[in-house]
């Protein structure tokens, strides 16, 4: 293992000679890590966002190695923690809520080494807490779900039931009620264990019935089990909301649009800045005025967002950035009263 | 050597080595098909499971967690009962740990509160078992499909509770408040502090001799008490111990009760003794895990807790493998892992006809008959 270090650092070092623009100590200075969620890398979800979009980008980018850990229960989660920290490694991407416990044991006991937990806060002085917004987003895409619905009814398919999805549903509930206020939304939860956020056939199961109750735009926060979601809704040729990529490639003409949920962006630039020395801790809320979430409006669902939608989604876009619309966080006191 | 003696060398230890080699054997094919030197891939395991001192307290924790559910599965097949509910009756063992804890002062002892504790969890695992006993028993259904039903009875009930009712105000991640210090089970790295011997920080903690304990507890009673023979007798031939005055169905719902409240003990260790708090999920491959040590252990109870170290060894082993080469990812692990209970569990008896017919031929046996 010593000796694939010092073939990594010659070979380093041949390339900032050879390309001469970047600077040896760059190179030597940081060695950043990632600890992915117990769901695995390749979750067709979060970690992989975080990998496709954070982790590959920076290491395509840089050329500067990144560690990556998988851990398979929440005790590992602390034990790579601790001994990427040991080894120097930092910034730490932790991925994921659940990691929170074992960043605030790794962060007292390293304290020279710098983590940045995602979806969550812990208050230590070398923490970078990276937050989203996701009610702000869904609101959004809540607001062009009613617009386009024709019955007055559309859906809400949820992976896992617990508090962070439900601030999705809420924030949907809460865009669709306020383009439209007589519009119905139907709540549905794929499960109760994480396995719901990998659960196609049972996605595109409760599409169905959501659609037999009359809904006709449908929206997923549920991780792998969307996919099934989205082909349900195709298959019907009704419309379907993607969430955390931009999914709108995926079904072509009957994905409406998506809930962009920046995760991999938070990793990449937590690498960034510690390249450039200017990583800092502390708590950066990603909301619809920091870029954190978004709609997404591409090639792909161009033809099924009409202009005066468009414009519409956009305003209400702006009067929440604005502070004009507050959008009630399901998360604040764990109800969908606002 | 007796033929009787022979049998028992053969069952106990020849047969479960060689399936703990062959699983080896094809783990080394895998690697080589992967292009990692298992030599090599060996030495980095057991450097993990043993070659630091945090390693091996991780090897430990994970070992303690697979003798609570050896000894459960054990339990049960003596009396011919399959429990597949550990995994359930581990998760709701937690629960009833936890809930103790926050139901009695914070202030009290920890020489009140943890025993408290610790019977909390084995009610609760009792209680999680007791539904398929009766249905088994009094009802015939039967107890593979309701145990492993359960499992999921257990996961919804806990993803409610952690998310609607015992969640932390705040908190994003399902888990309750943290347990108050004096329901923590110490660490050992720090009792051993105590005593000058420093070690690297690890989950592991009192836990351990809990399971030692137990694992002789079990072994008295299934052995040494009227109880343990009535379950031994319904086991071996239901029919008989009923001509002989044993109330069967009796045997089966006590008997998934005390399996039940052995797996709970998951949660001492668990909770109680690393996380502190009740969180989710934190069971999950214990319970099935155990049906593999249990089978490799023999349902003896040191059997078995040599088997959970085996296991303890992979768990801990695996992860260090898994966290050093780039090449070998978790899923390779969890393969691993997959082929030591398929050797050992599925294809428990593959070699037996050989080394009966090597060791013990029939002119022998039939010595033995005459």
């Known amino acids: ?338 | 050597m007796s033929r009787d003696r022979k049998l028992a060398w053969i069952n106990g230890l020849l047969l479960p080595l060689l399936n703990v080699l062959t699983a080896f054997a094809a783990t080394a094919v895998l690697f080589l098909l992967i292009n990692v030197n298992p030599w090599e891939a060996a030495q980095t395991l057991l450097y993990g499971a043993f070659g630091y001192s945090e390693g091996v307290g991780y090897t430990f924790y994970y070992t303690t967690n697979f003798i609570f559910t050896g000894l459960a599965v054990a339990v049960a097949f003596h009396a011919g009962l399959f429990n597949i509910g550990g995994e359930g009756q581990a998760y709701i063992g937690g629960l009833g740990a936890g809930l103790v804890v926050f139901a009695l002062f914070p202030e009290l002892s920890p020489l009140v509160m943890i025993p408290a504790s610790i019977v909390g969890a084995l009610v609760f695992g009792a209680a999680w078992a007791v539904g398929p006993g009766y249905l088994q028993a009094y009802r015939g259904s039967h107890i593979v499909i309701t145990t492993i039903m359960f499992n999921f009875l257990a996961a919804t009930l806990m993803v409610y509770l952690m998310s609607k009712v015992l969640l932390e105000p705040g908190q994003m991640t399902p888990q309750s408040r943290l347990f108050p210090d004096n329901a923590w089970l110490p660490f050992v790295h720090d009792v051993l502090a105590n005593f000058g011997i420093k070690v690297d920080r690890s989950p592991l903690n009192m836990s351990i001799l809990l399971a030692l304990v137990v694992a002789i507890l079990v072994w008295f009673f299934l052995w040494q008490t009227r109880w343990g023979y009535a379950i031994r007798a319904t086991g071996r031939n239901a029919t008989a111990a009923t001509y002989a005055g044993i109330n069967q169905k009796k045997i089966i719902v006590v008997t998934m009760c005390i399996s039940g409240a052995l797996a709970g003990l998951v949660g001492i260790n668990e909770l109680l003794g690393y996380h502190h708090r009740i969180i989710m999920n934190f069971h999950v491959g214990y319970g099935f895990g155990g049906i593999a040590v249990a089978l490799m252990g023999r349902n003896h109870p040191f059997g078995i807790v040599i088997a959970a170290l085996l296991f303890g060894i992979l768990y801990q082993g695996g992860a260090e493998l898994a966290f050093e080469w780039s090449n070998i990812s978790r899923d390779i692990v969890v393969v691993m892992q997959g082929l030591v209970i398929l050797f050992c569990g599925a294809l428990e008896y593959m070699y037996k006809p050989w080394l009966m017919r090597w060791l013990v031929p029939v002119s022998d046996s039939a010595k033995g008959a005459a």
């Not at chain 1, 983590?115 to 070398?126: A, G, H, Q, S």
């Open chain 1, 1 to 338: 293992m010593k000796k694939t270090a010092i073939n990594k650092l010659v070979k380093g070092l041949t390339v900032a000679l050879a390309t001469g623009a970047v600077s040896m100590s760059a190179l030597a200075d940081i060695k950043p890590a990632v600890v992915y969620s117990d769901a695995g890398k390749f979750d067709k979800s979060f970690s992989e966002a975080v990998w496709n979009n954070g982790v590959k980008r920076f290491m395509d980018e840089t050329g500067i190695e990144v560690k990556e850990a998988e851990p398979t229960n929440l005790a590992q989660v602390e034990q790579y923690m601790k001994r990427l920290a040991k080894r120097g490694h930092s910034p730490i991407v932790a991925v994921g809520f659940s990691q929170a416990n074992a960043v605030a044991a790794a962060a007292k006991e390293y304290p020279d080494a710098q983590f940045t937990l995602i979806d969550m806060v812990v208050p230590e002085p070398n923490v970078q807490n990276v937050v989203f917004k996701e009610h702000e987003g869904s609101f959004l895409v809540g607001v062009l779900a009613a617009m386009k619905s024709d019955s007055d009814v559309i859906g809400f398919v949820g992976g896992m039931d617990i508090p962070l999805i439900s601030r999705f549903g809420c924030g949907y509930e809460q865009g669709a009620k306020y383009q439209n206020a007589d519009i119905k939304v139907i709540h549905n939860m794929t499960g109760s264990t994480p396995a719901a956020f990998g659960n196609p056939s049972k996605g595109a199961e409760l599409t169905r019935s959501q659609m037999e109750s009359g809904a006709d735009v449908i929206f997923a926060a549920a991780g792998g089990t969307g996919n099934g979601v989205y082909q349900a809704a195709a298959d019907a040729g009704k419309y379907a909301i993607g969430v955390d990529s931009n999914q709108n490639h995926l079904h072509p003409g009957t994905m409406l649009t998506s809930m962009v949920k920046r995760v991999g962006e938070a990793a990449y630039q937590s690498y960034s800045a510690a390249k450039d020395g200017s990583w800092a801790p502390g708590v950066q809320v990603m909301g619809l005025a920091e870029g954190g979430v978004d709609w997404a409006l591409d090639e792909h669902n161009r033809g099924l967002v009409t202009q005066q939608m468009e414009a519409r989604v956009n305003d209400v876009k702006a009067k929440i950035i604005a502070g004009e619309i507050v959008v009630h966080d399901y998360m604040s006191d764990n109800t969908c009263n606002y």
